[in-house]
C-alpha cells in the first residue's frame, strides 16, 4: 500500500470516529436534560412539603368573631347592682344577683324574701340595657321590700349602688301587666331600670312595673 492510499484510509477512520462521536452526543444530550428537569413521581413531590392556605368557613368565622366581640363587651361590663333605694318611699333594700330557674311550675326567679333582686342576664347599672330588678311587695311574714313601690308617682327618684359608685335615676312610667308578659324583661338600645313587683289584690297574677331613666348626664357618682 503505498503512501497516498495509507492517507485515504486514516483520513476515512477519522471519519468514522468523527461520526460515532457525534452520534454519542446526541444521544446523551436529551437523557441529560430529561434528568435534569423531569417531573418527579407522586412519592417524590410528597416528599416536598407545600405551604398550602388555611381557609375558614364563614360559620367559624362569625363565631371567632362574635366570640372576639364578646369577651370585649365582657370586659367593658359594669359591676351588678347592689343596694337601690327610693328615698320619698322610704325604701333602701339591698340587691343580690338571681338566675332564673326551672320547675314543675316553669320558669322563674326565686327572689329572696329580705333583699330586691337583680336579674341576671339583664342589663347593670351605668351600661346600655334593660336593669331588671324584681321585689316581693308582701311576704308570709309581712310587708315585703317593695311593699310601697305601689305609691310611686312619676319623677320620684331612684337611687342604686354598685361597686361602680352611684346611679340615679327618675321615673318615667308606670304600668300594670298579666305576670306572663316577659316583654317588660327585654333589653334596650339605651340604659333603663324596670323595677317589678306583685299586685297585691289576693290573686298575685298581675304585675306593677316601674320604668325609669338615668339622670342626666348619666354618670356614676363615686363614693
Known amino acids: 500500500m503505498d503512501q497516498w492510499e495509507r492517507r485515504r484510509v486514516a483520513l476515512l477512520l477519522a471519519m468514522v470516529l468523527l461520526v460515532t462521536a457525534c452520534v454519542r452526543v446526541e444521544i446523551q444530550r436529551p437523557r441529560a436534560v430529561e434528568s435534569e428537569f423531569a417531573v418527579p ?16 368557613s364563614p360559620l367559624r368565622r362569625a363565631a371567632a368573631e362574635g366570640g372576639a366581640a364578646s369577651r370585649s363587651l365582657f370586659r367593658l361590663r359594669m359591676p351588678p347592682a347592689t343596694a337601690v333605694a327610693i328615698t320619698r318611699l322610704g325604701i333602701d333594700v339591698p340587691v343580690v344577683e ?5 320547675d314543675e311550675h316553669g320558669w322563674h326567679w326565686p327572689v329572696p324574701r329580705d ?11 351605668g351600661e346600655p340595657g334593660n336593669i331588671a330588678i ?14 310601697r313601690l305601689l305609691e310611686v308617682k312619676p319623677g320620684d327618684e331612684v337611687t342604686v349602688w354598685s361597686a361602680a359608685g352611684t346611679f340615679v335615676y ?17 333589653q334596650t338600645g339605651y340604659e333603663l331600670l324596670t323595677l317589678v313587683t306583685c299586685v297585691p289584690d289576693g290573686r298575685y297574677d298581675r304585675r306593677l312595673v316601674v320604668r325609669a331613666e338615668p339622670v342626666r348626664p348619666a354618670m356614676a357618682q363615686q363614693q
Open 41 to 56: 413521581t407522586p412519592v417524590q413531590r410528597a416528599t416536598l412539603p407545600t405551604p398550602q392556605a388555611k381557609s375558614t
Open 98 to 102: 338571681v338566675v332564673s330557674v326551672r
Open 115 to 125: 333583699a330586691a333582686a337583680h336579674l341576671v342576664g339583664t342589663a347593670n347599672p
Open 134 to 147: 324584681t321585689g316581693h311587695v308582701d311576704t308570709e311574714q309581712g310587708p315585703g321590700v317593695f311593699w
Open 170 to 186: 327618675r321615673v318615667t312610667e308606670i304600668q300594670v301587666v298579666p305576670e306572663d308578659d316577659r316583654s317588660v324583661l327585654r
